[in-house]
């Protein structure tokens, strides 16, 4: 079983709908939850953190994580073709320090 | 402003040659790390460190090597280039503060390896 772990897409949505992209974890004792955004060709970068159980809200994203169940999601709202990129989870595990594992991305595609 | 620069963004090599990544930033940060990115793999650690002086093995690091002689540089060497070693990389730093460790990601070097 893969540490973290996405479905590689790609999501397709319409302009305006909500996306929605999920993440699980193996390690139940991971401590923080990463969402980066990479657009083709360009590096990740961060645009969501989250490390406690709920909904954690910023502008169209919101992550949400449920350690009990394991897994952590991103939404977007009123998705736009600027959000079409692949979004990548990262976990840091516990031991890890400052290591983050990060899961193969999910590929998002919104249809104008 | 602050930034993290990698160099060369393009390098075409062949097999057996040994072959350095350079990896710069001006953040001031103490962590710093290289990853590889593949189709279907996603980023995978090669190699990290902590401070100058400290250099720690990642999950794919065989084959590679680095080393860390002041805050600014982590130089990723290929020891003796395979083609299996053709990706893109990417060197990325941050700060030591609590739970929050946002990694600052540089540009990224293609490399093949003929």
């Known amino acids: 079983q893969k540490e973290v772990e996405q479905n590689s897409g790609p999501l397709s949505v319409p302009e305006g709908a909500i996306a929605s992209l999920n993440c699980t974890y193996s390690d139940r004792g991971s401590q923080s939850f990463f969402w980066y955004r990479q657009y083709s060709g360009k590096s990740p970068e961060l645009i969501m953190f989250i490390y406690s159980n709920g909904d954690k809200e910023d502008g169209r994203f919101t992550a949400q994580l449920n350690k009990a169940s394991q897994y952590v999601s991103l939404l977007i709202r009123d998705s736009q073709p600027s959000d079409s990129a692949t979004y990548l989870c990262a976990v840091r595990v516990p031991g890890g320090y400052q290591k983050v594992t990060f899961g193969t991305g999910t590929k998002l595609q919104v249809i104008p | 402003d602050a930034e993290i620069t990698q160099s060369p963004r393009h390098k075409i090599t062949e097999t057996g040659r040994q072959v350095t990544l350079a990896c710069h930033q001006t953040w001031n940060h103490n962590n710093m790390f290289w990853y590889r990115q593949d189709l279907g793999h996603g980023l995978r650690l090669i190699h990290y460190s902590y401070g100058v002086q400290d250099t720690n093995k990642g999950e794919v690091s065989d084959g590679y090597s680095v080393s860390r002689s002041n805050t600014e540089d982590l130089p990723l060497t290929l020891e003796s280039a395979a083609s299996s070693q053709t990706s893109v990389y990417f060197c990325?730093?941050?700060?030591?503060?609590?739970?929050?460790?946002?990694?600052?990601f540089g540009p990224g070097t293609r490399l093949t390896v003929l």
């Open positions: 990325a730093s941050s700060e030591t503060s609590g739970s929050y460790n946002e990694q600052f």
